[in-house]
């Protein structure tokens, strides 16, 4: 049993701060006029308390569970909060989600309470209730109503119930993994799981405050966004704005003006292709300014590792620093202090880039089950192409016994008192990855190397071996050619046959104003057929992974999709990771096809 640091439980997380910053801006949202309007601290905890007495007077008590559709939002969090002030379980869902899914979730948790954020989400399950047998209720997050989200509050305003605390080991929260095959799983993260991982993740990051600000990218149904960004900044007093949109996160960034951001890769890279496209395009002074800020930068950099400095390098940083890497800086609000990415691995090659530019990236390492964070990098301690050191409280042990013999690697395992209760109505799949002595097995494989620094080296599951015994490791291959300009998306495979293939799915935005240059059809079906365009990418791919991957690992043949993985489509997660079956079997014959 873990002695738990107070405050263990997430309703003190967020009356501390109603107490300590009632004043202070909480959550921000874009109004109709585009203008950002925020609600505070005070303000959000008195609807906290209204919701919370409204539940009550709907039945829910300690133990039930209150569910929600609905992307970030305020009422996401006030509905979140009112939930836990009751006792009761949380479960979250993704508005992109499949109506099956959702069906399975609210009825594998017990949902007795169900919020709808939207009319035309609520036309999707409002019969959901004559067959679900635990749901009593559905309330509509938007309108108002005695079924609103309103009326509820209303109601509990006139009925108010004091808040019960509840203890570190008592269940807060269902997250239910997306799951690349199965049914999705429900994690059990109590309330001593989440808020020891959102302090012990603090100690790395000791000069965050109540003057911190982020833009809300990320879904708070996963628990990396809820963990490091919802509850670590309620708890310190902070504030969050919501970004309207992926197309309007740039204009977003400049209003909210962050000072941190909780991301994943995929952000940094597109930004990074982004900068790079629009210089060559633009060519002329601004490219040769741009490379030579580069240049100097990194220069300046691989100096300074040798504590070394040169006056040239200096001056040409210093205009470099100026006249571009200043405007990259104020194209994300002017503010910005650094970054924490994870999900994925963010290529040094960008991390350098983004940290020579003066906004330092943080790859950070975990999984749901463990609530989320296992290492994280910091200001203070960071290598980069490591995902960091074990935070306060966890201890990361390589277990070598499941990896082929001479491996200097193994499956991570994970100890703390952030690891979950446990699958929900899951014991098999709960035991397969808990160990006797308490520690959860990631599935992932790794290296501690002798400063303490985790470095990730592959999926035990993803991993397989071609005809020849050799073994291949996907992810890092498709994270390379995803770096391609040209390309959007990739998959490697080749389990048990005698080359890798790729399938390929082409960057039709970058292409399109390579078509308009060549006179070319822009279509995605007639870019992604093109020999011309094929040929070019084949050539990129191939060129990038010679040298950095042994010849067998580099695939031999492509195939070029016009259709993008999406969530929609059932190819991706939730948290964006290929569903590898998934595609395999969608497109099985044009796979086999090539090795004919």
């Not at 801006?25 to 906290?48: A, C, D, H, Q």
């Amino acid at each position: 049993m873990y002695q738990y640091e107070k405050p263990d439980n997430l309703v003190d997380f967020l009356e501390g701060s109603v107490s300590k910053y009632p004043d202070n801006p909480m959550l921000g949202t874009k109004n109709s006029s585009g203008e950002y309007e925020w609600i505070t601290y005070r303000e959000f905890g008195r609807r906290v308390d209204n919701l919370r007495a409204g539940l009550a007077q709907l039945g829910v008590k300690q133990g039930d569970t209150v569910g929600l559709i609905a992307n970030n939002r305020t009422e996401w969090a006030v509905c979140a909060f009112a939930t836990f002030g009751l006792g009761a379980r949380w479960v979250p869902m993704y508005e992109a989600e499949l109506t099956q899914i959702w069906k399975y979730i609210i009825s594998d948790s017990g949902i007795k309470v169900l919020f709808v954020s939207k009319p035309d989400i609520y036309e999707k399950v409002k019969g959901f209730p004559g067959e679900i047998k635990a749901l009593e209720r559905m309330i509509l997050v938007e309108g108002s109503g005695e079924e609103t989200l309103t009326g509820l509050e209303d109601l509990g305003s006139r009925n108010p119930v004091p808040s019960i605390k509840p203890g570190p080991q008592d269940v807060a929260s269902l997250i239910y993994t997306s799951g690349t095959t199965g049914d999705p799983k429900g994690v059990l993260l109590t309330h001593g799981n989440l808020t020891s991982n959102s302090l012990a993740g603090q100690k790395f990051y000791p000069e965050f405050n109540q003057h911190d600000r982020a833009v809300s990218i990320l879904p708070w149904a996963h628990s990396y966004a809820q963990t490091a960004e919802l509850y670590t900044f309620v708890y310190l007093g902070a504030s969050l704005g919501f970004m309207e949109s992926v197309q309007t996160l740039a204009e977003d960034m400049k209003k909210i003006r962050p000072t941190f951001l909780i991301a994943v890769p995929r952000v940094f890279n597109k930004i990074y292709d982004g900068v790079n496209a629009r210089m060559n395009q633009e060519g002329g002074l601004k490219k040769k300014l741009f490379d030579m800020a580069v240049r100097s930068a990194k220069r300046r950099r691989e100096l300074a590792e040798k504590g070394k400095s040169e006056l040239l390098t200096n001056i040409q940083y210093a205009i470099g620093d100026r006249l571009v890497f200043s405007k990259i800086r104020e194209g994300f609000g002017g503010r910005l202090r650094g970054v924490m990415t994870a999900s994925a691995a963010m290529n040094p090659e960008i991390s350098r880039f983004f940290f020579d530019v003066g906004i330092p990236i943080y790859d950070c390492y975990g999984m749901t089950e463990t609530s989320p964070a296992i290492t994280m990098n910091c200001p203070s301690a960071y290598k980069i192409g490591s995902v960091g050191r074990a935070i306060p409280g966890i201890r990361v042990v390589i277990d070598k016994s499941v990896v082929e013999d001479g491996a200097q690697d193994g499956e991570i395992i994970a100890y703390g008192p952030n690891v979950m209760k446990g699958y929900h109505n899951k014991p098999e799949a709960t035991a397969e990855v808990m160990t006797p002595d308490g520690g959860i097995r990631t599935g992932d494989r790794g290296r501690v190397d002798e400063d303490g620094f985790l470095f990730i080296t592959g999926r035990i599951k993803e991993q397989y071996k071609l005809e020849n015994g050799k073994f291949v490791f996907p992810a890092s291959l498709e994270e390379d050619i995803r770096l391609i300009p040209w390309v959007e998306n990739a998959m490697i495979y080749g389990e048990n046959k005698p080359f890798n293939v790729c399938l390929i799915v082409p960057d039709f935005l970058v292409l399109a104003k390579y078509a308009k240059e060549h006179n070319l059809p822009s279509d995605s079906k007639s870019l992604s057929e093109n020999p011309a365009i094929q040929d070019m990418i084949r050539g990129e791919v191939i060129s990038s992974l010679t040298g950095k991957y042994g010849g067998y690992e580099i695939p031999k043949k492509f195939i070029f999709l016009h259709e993008n993985f999406t969530v929609e489509n059932g190819t991706l997660t939730q948290t964006m990771k290929l569903k590898r079956r998934v595609v395999i079997d969608r497109f099985k014959d044009m796979i086999e096809k090539l090795y004919a």
